[in-house]
């Protein structure tokens, strides 16, 4: 884990603090689909170091997590405000941090300067293996049991717009994950 903090230092350090891998899978998926070129840590050990300027760490561990100091940070609705203040102290400044609604005073309260998305739950229905997202661009059917993956679906399109995806291409990936 050291050789890889340490093989980022110069990267543009991008962390997904979840406890749903497959959060992070979908969004390699939307990055890949897309063409972008990153490196990534996932908290299963899979990793890639192909010399991008972008580099992504996908955990739980609020620890971890700080060590990594992100320069963009997308927290998702299954981590507690709470437990997050160590995290959010260490976010290089002006860098980003993409968060439920929830964690809006968190946010406030961490002293350090960076940009604050927040994002609401996704609408989407529930239909038989899969779930309808209702977005801007209409019913858009996403391949997947995760609920969790559907109710964040706003934060993870708000950390692809930091990749430059845009709406269509975000959504045209949407339908091809599975």
């Known amino acids: ?31 890949h689909f897309n063409e972008k070129d990153f490196d990534f840590l996932l908290e299963d050990g899979n990793h890639q170091n192909a010399g991008s300027d972008f580099v992504i760490l996908e955990t739980s561990d609020v620890e971890k997590a700080a060590l990594f100091q992100p320069n963009i940070a997308l927290i998702t609705q299954d981590i507690k405000p709470d437990e997050t203040m160590v995290v ?27 940009r604050k998305l927040e994002f609401s739950l996704a609408d989407f229905q529930k239909s038989q293996d899969h779930f309808i997202l209702s977005t801007s661009l209409g019913p858009i059917p996403l391949s997947s049991a995760e609920e969790s993956l ?29």
């Open 88 to 114: 959010l102290r260490n976010i290089v400044a002006g860098g980003v941090l993409i968060h439920p609604n929830a964690f809006q005073e968190a946010a406030e309260e961490s002293g350090n300067f960076f």
């Open 150 to 178: 559907a109710a964040n679906m706003e934060g993870v399109k708000l950390l692809a717009q930091q990749f430059g995806v845009m709406e269509e291409e975000f959504y045209e990936a949407v339908t091809e994950f599975k």
């Open 1 to 31: 884990m050291d050789t890889f903090f340490n093989a980022s230092k110069n990267k543009t350090r991008v962390l997904i603090l979840t406890s749903n891998a497959v959060i992070a899978q979908f969004f390699l998926h939307i990055l």
